[in-house]
């Protein structure tokens, strides 16, 4: 089985911003080989075009700063090279919950891209998880902790999150073998 591991990182404010004003701001992936450890990994952010600056909240939170969306491409030219990285073949695409999933859908409808039919073969690791330790779905940092894992990196960073939800997918798979 060919898996990406994918996180996403959107605008964000304290308020609840409207689903369809969310953008991607980070795209984080890992691929796992056969045996579940990483073979490759992708990380790239994406400049907003709704509202290209970034609240202070948002900053705080993600530890991304607006340089760093300053000098970045727009979803436009960022996913195809996500694509690219991906490659051809059968994969299985593996996120914690449906939000970034659903997040790539509405970031293609906004900049007219197809959504690729090959993400609909997606694994929601946040309900499998819940399904295999008969608990109610949370976060990933509590999947972490349940497993005896510790955070690494920073959590609310794409790549940083996508390497810890391999961790946990490694483990949670491995397990329904």
């Known amino acids: ?7 996403l990182e959107a605008a964000c404010r304290e308020d609840r911003i409207p689903p369809e004003e969310m953008e991607i701001i980070e795209i984080g ?22 509202n290209p600056v970034l609240t202070d909240f948002c900053k705080t939170l993600t530890g991304i700063g607006q340089e760093n969306i300053d000098g ?3 979803f436009k030219a960022v996913f195809p090279k996500f694509l690219k990285w991906i490659g051809d073949g059968k994969i299985t ?9 659903k997040q790539i859908k509405a970031d293609c409808k906004r900049h007219g891209i ?47 999150d996508a390497r810890n939800i391999a961790r946990i997918a490694k483990f949670v798979l491995e397990k329904g073998k």
Do not use: Q, T
């Open 1 to 7: 089985m060919n898996l990406v591991i994918f996180d």
């Open 114 to 160: 197809p959504f690729p039919g090959s993400f609909n073969n997606h694994i929601n690791l946040k309900w499998l998880f819940a399904e295999k330790f008969n608990c109610r779905p949370c976060g990933m940092r509590k999947a972490l902790n349940k497993l005896g894992l510790p955070l690494a990196g920073s959590h609310h960073r794409a790549l940083d």
């Open 72 to 74: 970045a491409e727009d």
């Open 29 to 50: 992936a890992v691929k796992l080989g056969v045996d579940f450890s990483p073979c490759g990994e992708f990380s790239s952010f994406a400049k907003p075009v709704l």
């Open 93 to 101: 695409f593996c996120s914690w919950g449906n939000y970034d999933l």
